[in-house]
């Protein structure tokens, strides 16, 4: 009871108190493992190193260099910003066990489809700029909506839908680009859909290196939380994930929260490319919008454990490591290194999670034997 | 050998010597010679054993559960519920007696709504026949499932959002569209406390718990609704005899208060001592209507083996 007493006055006590003491006990466990882990791939990305003949003091030199360059890690939030939204429309699935491997193709379609009514569209700024997150929002749920549809109608797992639409939604996009959505007066490789007016664009945070764009991202983490942790609507998200028999054997309607976590799901995913449309490159292009975000998202949202906070680390993390590639190549460390590393990372911070959570389920037993026993002769 | 059970008659059946615990401490040592099952039993629980017999009829002439011709087509395409129909009226225990298998589980997933069916299910004169899952759970349908684990609790979660699992649509559990856990959580304290949920908190995951107190949790949450009609399936099954007494208490007590109980169960002493009457379900059939005051478990036995049939009017 002592945690309640606690309990922060005001109107976020409601939001903040709910065991907040095992909660935090938990979070700090999966912290401290995720950051163990993060050392151990460390430790075997310098073996890797001096394997192939590189010097690891000087990768980590830099790597160490980078992270005290203001400018560096202004281009590790912007690197972060997209890897945001993909790794949380991905945790948004991943919380009923929907594994949505669909982002790419549902964020590249919202790409282009809110680039190209952004070209059309003249409205006062923040209406332009609203305007276009709204079509990408859409876009990306309706992409996601086809997955949704075959799932609940016609019983086809979301898994092989989503794969296969991520190459549906890359030839798809293809045609319409090329037949109708190009800009024509340009010429060259360069090529891109209309470039989006002023009014229609979002603001640097800091000029030319990071967008306003990450602040968007962290909002939407933290409506994320939100929603997931604290509405009623999220926990039947959760307890669909937790135990999908006894969800509906309560009347929980599966099928229902299918269609609405995965319209929800395809909705962030379509932001993910929104930091080039509305804050780089004003259009959609071929080889101007950035690509393999998608699945980069699940990696991220695997390593964050699908947590707002841990996908937040994780996208750091990972547009740390990346922001320090172009370094590390001219210490000619190869770029191919630093996705090992990556990867490495993500398969050490899985191994220790699972073995710590397994840790603390063994001792949250225990504990709730001993406090038995301690009670019983009371 | 050490031999562990809370079964009764093997440990009275296998060992030489018994050592009885209760919470974590030995209470009693003693041999199968010296005591009987009643008595063992009342050393397990540390007081006197309730029975499940003791029936005083509360029946109200007023039909709460009223099924006519319900059929459920199983996997293989044959009914696994053929033709079915029942009526349990206010007040009243209908125990569904069979060998597992023989479409208990069809008939109460049929009753709440998670198998398609045909026929009609009605609950105090509402047609629920086309109504959904929630729908037959806010119509008073309340259902204490087969397997806790798969059907009835999330094992990694919290017993606060346990409880809160079916019912966090329910105005008093919700601000707005947020969750109130500081009502939840004090609605479960209640549970655990009225019940006799032996856990240190309502933050324990319930996989903390051992199988009866999960149990009591389920039970609890469940009866805690006010339920017009209860399926019970199996509400005792695996679980300790102090457990299985509090949970007799407590249907008991919502039977008294009129709520009707159709009990489905592989215990017959739990049947023959709880049901005011018993259907008799035989390859999805219900073969016969009997009276439990009028049969014994080996009679019933040949009923549920389909040795015996008399088919209900």
């Known amino acids: 009871m002592s945690e309640t007493a606690t309990a922060p006055p005001g109107p976020l006590a409601k939001i903040l108190t709910p065991s907040r003491a095992s909660g935090l006990r938990t979070s700090g466990t999966t912290l401290a493992s995720s950051l163990i882990a993060v050392i151990i791939a460390l430790g075997i990305s310098a073996v890797m190193l001096f394997i192939t003949g590189k010097d690891p003091v000087t990768a980590f030199t830099i790597l160490t260099d980078t992270a005290q360059n203001t400018d560096k890690l202004l281009e590790m939030m912007r690197r972060a910003t997209p890897l945001i939204f993909s790794a949380t429309a991905v945790a948004i699935g991943f919380k009923m066990n929907l594994f949505n491997i669909g982002v790419e193709g549902q964020y590249l379609f919202a790409a282009l489809m809110a680039a190209e009514a952004g070209s059309h569209i003249s409205l006062p700024g923040p209406l332009h700029v609203a305007a276009i997150l709204a079509v990408a929002l859409m876009s990306g749920a309706a992409w996601a909506g086809i997955s949704a549809y075959l799932k609940v109608r016609k019983n086809i797992h979301e898994v092989i839908s989503t794969i296969m639409l991520n190459y549906i939604a890359l030839s798809f996009i293809q045609w319409i680009f090329n037949s109708f959505f190009r800009d024509d007066s340009v010429e060259g490789l360069n090529i891109k859909t209309t470039i989006i007016d002023e009014s229609g664009r979002l603001p640097d945070l800091v000029e030319g290196r990071l967008n306003s764009m990450f602040v968007i991202a962290l909002a939407v983490v933290a409506i994320f939380w939100v929603v997931v942790y604290r509405s009623t609507f999220g926990f039947k998200l959760r307890a669909s994930g937790y135990n999908a028999t006894a969800a509906s054997t309560a009347g929980i309607s599966a099928p229902k929260m299918t269609v609405i976590a995965l319209l929800l799901s395809g909705a962030v995913a379509g932001l993910v490319a929104m930091q080039s449309v509305l804050g780089e490159t004003h259009a959609y292009g071929p080889s101007a919008t950035p690509i393999q975000l998608g699945f980069a998202g699940i990696t991220v949202a695997l390593l964050g454990r699908n947590h707002p906070v841990g996908i937040v680390i994780a996208a750091l993390l990972f547009g740390f490591l990346d922001s320090t590639s172009a370094q590390l190549q001219l210490a000619d460390v190869p770029n191919s290194i630093v996705k090992v590393m990556q990867a490495i990372i993500v398969l050490t911070v899985v191994i220790v999670n699972e073995a710590a959570v397994r840790r603390t389920n063994i001792k949250t037993a225990e504990r709730a034997r001993a406090e038995l026993a301690a009670g019983s002769g009371a | 050998m050490i031999f562990i059970s809370h079964k009764l008659d093997e440990v009275l059946q296998v060992s030489n010597d018994i050592t009885v615990m209760r919470q974590g401490t030995t209470v009693a040592e003693t041999s199968p010679g010296n005591i009987d099952r009643s008595g063992l039993a009342e050393l397990m629980v540390g007081s006197e054993l309730p029975s499940p017999a003791g029936r005083t009829s509360v029946i109200k002439d007023a039909v709460r559960l009223n099924v006519e011709n319900l059929t459920v087509i199983g996997v293989e395409g044959r009914p696994a519920v053929d033709d079915a129909s029942l009526a349990i009226r206010s ?41 959904t899952t929630r729908q037959r759970h806010d119509a008073g349908l309340a259902y204490i499932p087969f397997d806790r684990h798969r059907e009835g609790l999330m094992l990694n979660a919290p017993l606060w959002e346990n409880t809160l699992l079916g019912r966090e649509d329910e105005e008093q559990f919700g601000k707005g569209p947020l969750v109130d856990a500081a009502s939840i959580r004090a609605y479960t304290v209640d549970i655990i406390k009225r019940f006799g949920v032996l856990t240190p908190n309502e933050t324990t995951p319930a996989f903390a718990l051992s199988g009866g107190n999960q149990q009591k949790l389920i039970v ?33 007590r919502a039977r008294d208060n009129g709520m009707a109980v159709l009990l489905v169960s592989a215990d017959l002493e739990e049947l023959l001592g709880l049901s005011d009457s018993i259907a008799v379900m035989f390859d999805g059939r219900i073969t016969a209507t009997l009276n439990p005051d009028d049969i014994t478990a080996s009679e019933l036995g040949n009923y549920m083996t389909g040795v015996h049939e008399e088919v209900a009017s």
Do not use: F
């Not at chain 2, 469940?222 to 102090?242: K, N, Q, S």
């Open chain 2, 91 to 131: 007040g009243e225990i209908v125990g569904i007696a069979g060998v597992e298998g023989n479409g208990q589980y069809e008939l109460c997933a049929a009753l709440l709504g998670l198998m398609p069916s045909t026929g009609t299910v009605s609950v105090d004169g509402a047609d629920l026949t086309k109504a």
């Open chain 2, 220 to 252: 609890g949450r469940t009866l805690t609704t006010d339920p017009r009609v209860l399926v019970a399936a199996h509400p005792t099954r695996g679980i300790d005899v102090g457990a299985q007494a509090a949970v007799w208490d407590e249907i008991r």
